[in-house]
RNA sequence: GGCGAGGUAGCUCAGUUGGUUAGAGCACAGGAUUCAUAACCCUGAGGUCACGAGUUCAAAUCUCGUUCUCGCUACCA
């Protein structure tokens, strides 16, 4: 494999509105920042970039929630998550943001590049319109009561009780967020990238080009994708918090985030490229340089389908890899800021590191958990009783504890200096130390550049076990009780702590990616320049000069107590259940509120009431939908006619048990096709506070076909 | 419902193209030791590889079916 000229990194764009939690870091910026260190340390050009994603119709919806403006959203996180990821040691090269000026310009010339090449389409569709506010509502300005578990407060898009992903037309008595009215539909003009003209390009370049070297996940979730058949998607949407369409006909449109935040990637290293005062495009453009995109895995599509596109149409390289890693759950259940069962990097920070028993070890302590649980080929899952076992049990006692017993010895046996070597001394033991420090080096420089962090992480943890057992084979504090009888005593003693120290001096740099604080407490306590943690360094066993003196021991990291796992598990627990009783109340008065809040729906006048046709109807044949959960196949007789009418009430009804019903038929509804089964009609139902379903008939039995009025 | 990923020791995970007795770390038990943050080191126990069938001289690995978990996705005119 030849070496690329240049990397070009990036780690997915954290949405500002909000805190992100230790699942967001394990996923995507600690791993991304473990490549990054590493191939800085290998004195690569590389550049790592990242940014807040400031768009998209949360935040302005937050902002109206919370009384205050989007942009005073955005302003509020943006610095806090940067600060965040820096506490953490996350060290991007540029953390820019997307409602910068230049990403504005940069997504717009995108864009504008795209729609002037016909690489875009125009289509023409119905969407709720808020009329009082004269405006369209974007998925998350529609609420209505989630189909899913009834939750009152679900946005169009998704019901935050349940997580159920939804569509607006999903809801059940949507209204507007903005004024509290329902909405009306009305037709909208947008433009859509055409992924389906793509198609053969993803199947070469994804399902045979990186069907080996991918994760598999990732080719599975693609291949998926494609084989679904590939739709065209909006890339604008109505709304006003965003990039303005650059094009005519676009005025009060905005490009659809999905769109927008990938090219932040591009604006970012722009704005890069201007603070450094370099060159951007050969990152972009350059077929030297290599793109690696570290995402989770709710990320892959737009990663792996969309943005390449996006990329390829524009002229630019493509990603060679993207290493998504599956979720981490927590203590037994999904993490989720929402319902308060997570980890915020930030109370982290706060609890401790910020904290007069903690420091920058306590971020390490927890980079070397994250790392060693990463979720790189299924759903892992984070205990605090499991960061204390793994902090307490290898990072102490096995890394940490090398080093130190090698520094009291040190200061004990050979004067707190690098001791000589004695060539005629030097056995077995002493040449596998050399040779086993030299194979851990080549394991770990593979395993990153395979993206195997947890285990390259584990090689470097197994070298502090090898530097243990080679310590406890030369027993120099048993040797040193010998110096009075054995002439060869002190020389033994001097090859042991000069292996010793030469191991130590390798295990910082290759800790240096993984714990990046610890390496430097390393280069301290060696007295040396952090430019011994390049990477070619390591496999060498002459980093520290004989005669040098080191520093007195120090401890690399505390232990963690009993007490403080306990004390974090309580006050997840209470978090936890202070969240689920506010999401309770939430709901009571939404549900209390309801008459007057949706009573009813806007005014009609009689005409609009006798444009539809009702009709009595005998249900006369009743079956499932293949394939369909919901949907029951109905044959109905109206008495002039015998109509096939799809309803969804599966859930609700056994077909044997309905067939003989008298029901209400809307007769002049226009045909829909649903599970390739045309559906010529609608059937009423009434529903309950509970959400059941009653038939909606006449009291006594009457000729089919009979009109209602 | 469709598709994708996963189910291996009490826990967290490895197992390359099917090939002796299925591995590692943690936890556990026993031993040894004291330089070290009661740490380290040695030894041991612990598995019907989710379940069922099939292909094969040989299956954790390949095929089919069942089941459970996670993710994406479809259906409520």
Request: aromatic residues 10%; contains cysteine; proline residues 5%.
């Amino acid at each position: 494999m030849n070496t690329p000229k240049r990397y070009l990194i990036t780690a997915a764009l954290p949405y500002a509105n909000g805190l992100k939690h230790i699942g967001h870091l394990a996923g995507a910026y600690l791993p991304a920042d473990i490549y990054v260190r590493y191939l800085k340390a290998q004195k690569r050009d590389v550049v790592f970039v990242c940014g807040s994603d400031e768009h998209g119709t949360a935040i302005p919806i937050q902002a109206t929630k919370e009384g205050t403006t989007a942009q005073a959203i955005i302003d509020k996180y943006h610095p806090i998550i940067e600060q965040n990821f820096k506490d953490l040691g996350i060290a991007f090269d540029i953390y820019h943001r997307t409602s910068d000026p230049l990403h504005h310009q940069t997504a717009s010339e995108f864009f504008k590049d795209l729609e002037a090449k016909g690489d875009l389409e125009t289509k023409t569709s119905q969407q709720y319109f808020d009329e009082s506010a004269q405006t369209f509502l974007a998925d998350r300005y529609i609420k209505g009561t989630c189909p899913n578990c009834g939750h009152n407060e679900a946005y169009g898009d998704q019901c935050e009780k349940c997580g159920k992903s939804l569509s607006p037309e999903e809801l059940i008595n949507p209204l507007s967020t903005l004024s509290g009215n329902a909405p009306i539909k009305k037709e909208t003009t947008h433009w859509y990238l055409p992924l389906n003209r793509h198609e053969d390009f993803l199947r070469e370049w994804i399902l045979k080009d990186h069907a080996s070297d991918w994760r598999a996940a990732v080719v599975g979730q693609c291949k998926s994708w494609i084989e679904g058949g590939l739709q065209a998607r909006a890339v604008t949407r109505d709304l006003d918090w965003g990039v303005k369409v650059p094009v005519a006909g676009g005025e009060g449109k905005v490009l659809y985030v999905w769109f927008d935040a990938p090219i932040g990637y591009i604006s970012a290293t722009k704005q890069w490229a201007i603070n450094n005062d370099k060159d951007w495009k050969p990152y972009w453009n350059d077929k030297d340089t290599k793109l690696v995109h570290f995402i989770g895995k709710d990320n892959i599509v737009f990663h792996c389908i969309i943005f390449p596109i996006m990329l390829k149409l524009h002229g630019n390289i493509l990603p060679d890899n993207v290493p998504a890693n599956e979720f981490m759950n927590l203590e037994g259940d999904k993490m989720s800021t929402s319902r308060g069962w997570s980890i915020e990097m930030d109370d982290y920070i706060k609890k401790w590191i910020k904290k007069d028993n903690g420091g920058e070890s306590l971020a390490d302590c927890l980079r070397f958990y994250l790392t060693s649980i990463s979720p790189e080929s299924k759903d892992s899952e984070f205990t605090w009783k499991g960061f204390q076992e793994s902090v307490n049990g290898e990072l102490v006692s096995i890394f940490a504890n090398f080093v130190n017993r090698t520094w009291v010895l040190m200061h004990k046996l050979t004067k707190g200096k690098v001791p000589p070597i004695h060539p005629d001394l030097l056995d077995e033991e002493d040449n596998a130390l050399l040779n086993t420090v030299k194979e851990t080096k080549e394991k770990v420089t593979a395993l990153l550049e395979q993206y195997k962090f947890r285990e390259a992480q584990f090689e470097v943890v197994n070298l502090a076990r090898i530097g243990n057992q080679y310590m406890q084979k030369k027993e120099p504090w048993i040797v040193a009780k010998q110096l009075d009888t054995d002439p060869t005593a002190q020389a033994k003693i001097d090859n042991c702590m000069h292996g010793c120290l030469q191991l130590t001096a390798n295990l910082a740099i290759l800790i240096n990616p993984f714990l990046p604080f610890t390496a430097k407490k390393m280069c301290h306590l060696m007295k040396v320049v952090d430019r011994m943690l390049d990477w070619e360094n390591a496999g060498q066993f002459n980093l520290l000069k004989v005669g040098y003196s080191l520093r007195p021991p120090e401890l690399l990291f505390r232990k963690i107590e009993d007490e403080e796992i306990a004390a974090e598990l309580a006050e997840l627990k209470a978090n936890a259940e202070a969240k689920k009783a506010t999401m309770e109340n939430n709901t009571i008065t939404a549900t209390q509120e309801a008459p007057e809040e949706k009573g009813l729906k806007p005014e009609i006048v009689f005409d609009d009431f006798a444009k539809i046709d009702l009709r009595v109807g005998t249900i006369i044949e009743a079956k499932k939908v293949e394939k369909a959960d919901k949907l029951l196949e109905l044959l109905v007789d109206l008495g002039f006619e015998k109509r096939t009418i799809l309803s969804g009430i599966a859930m609700h009804f056994n077909p044997e048990d309905i067939i003989g019903k008298q029901v209400t038929i809307v007769a002049n509804l226009a045909p829909r096709k649903m599970r390739g089964i045309e559906s010529k009609g609608m059937i009423l139902m009434a529903e309950d506070a509970e959400g059941k379903l009653y038939f909606v008939n006449p009291s006594e039995a009457i000729a089919p076909g009979s009109g209602i009025s």
